[in-house]
């Protein structure tokens, strides 16, 4: 199993600029998660799903957009893209009631907007 | 609203030595406590959770967490600490049964193993 992938790795983009940062398990797990990750501030989470077709808002969600068309994918957007938006954005995955059972996490994407 | 304080930014300590890394919360019901390691440009691996039962809990890579409810802590604890622990630690917490129904994180704390 490759268990939580994300691409691209990296990333860098000018301001006013849109990307789509792809998450793709191969677990079977309903629970999808984004986060983003800034020094001195831990995770904090973006946008998250409780199953396929479904989407909520995290601690910090505005000036990004998620869908989840398969079960397998979780896709974040950024529609125009701001220099505070640069971070290392992570996906996980958990096989359910998500916030009782420990997530696995993808290797990260770094993104720097200019 | 839930918490969590992570009070050191890094812990060092040599190899062989136990070491200890700390984490305090805050929950308005019983809380659930989660460690998870990051290895330098690495996504994180969970390590161990409290969700009830003994207040001693055992993890992954010879981790254990002890759970006191009285000090609202879950510090992180290894009898022998090797070189390749030598990583970035992150508490998370989540309110009880019909609280907030996400995990928040701590800030983090890197340890530094000395050879």
């Known amino acids: 199993n490759a268990g939580v992938t994300q691409t691209p790795k990296f990333r860098v983009l000018k301001t006013g600029q849109s990307m789509t940062l792809l998450c793709a398990q191969d677990?079977?797990?309903?629970?999808m998660y984004w986060y983003r990750q800034d020094p001195g501030m831990g995770l904090r989470l973006i946008h998250y799903?409780?199953?396929?077709?479904?989407?909520a808002k995290g601690e910090v969600p505005d000036g990004y957009n998620v869908s989840r068309l398969k079960k397998q994918n979780f896709l974040l957007g950024l529609e125009s893209a701001a220099p505070s938006q640069t971070s290392v954005y992570f996906c996980?995955?958990?096989?359910?009631?998500?916030?009782?059972?420990?997530?696995?996490f993808g290797p990260g994407t770094r993104l720097t907007v200019t | 609203a839930q918490s969590v304080a992570q009070p050191e930014d890094q812990v060092n300590v040599a190899e062989g030595n136990p070491l200890t890394v700390k984490c305090t919360y805050s929950?308005?019901?019983?809380?659930?406590l989660f460690w998870y390691v990051q290895y330098p440009n690495r996504g994180l691996q969970f390590l161990l959770k409290?969700?009830?039962?003994?207040?001693l809990v055992k993890g992954s890579y010879g981790f254990e967490a002890e759970f006191n409810k009285s000090q609202t802590s879950f510090h992180l604890k290894k009898p022998s600490a090797l070189v390749s622990d030598s990583a970035l630690y992150f508490c998370?917490?989540?309110?009880?049964?019909?609280?907030?129904?996400?995990?928040?994180f701590g800030t983090g704390t890197k340890l530094q193993v000395i050879p």
């Open positions: 799903s409780v199953g396929e077709g479904t989407t």
């Open positions: 677990m079977n797990h309903e629970y």
């Open positions: 409290y969700i009830t039962g003994d207040n």
């Open positions: 996980a995955s958990s096989i359910s009631e998500g916030f009782l059972y420990e997530q696995y």
């Open positions: 929950v308005s019901g019983n809380p659930y």
């Open positions: 998370a917490v989540r309110d009880g049964p019909g609280g907030y129904q996400k995990v928040t």
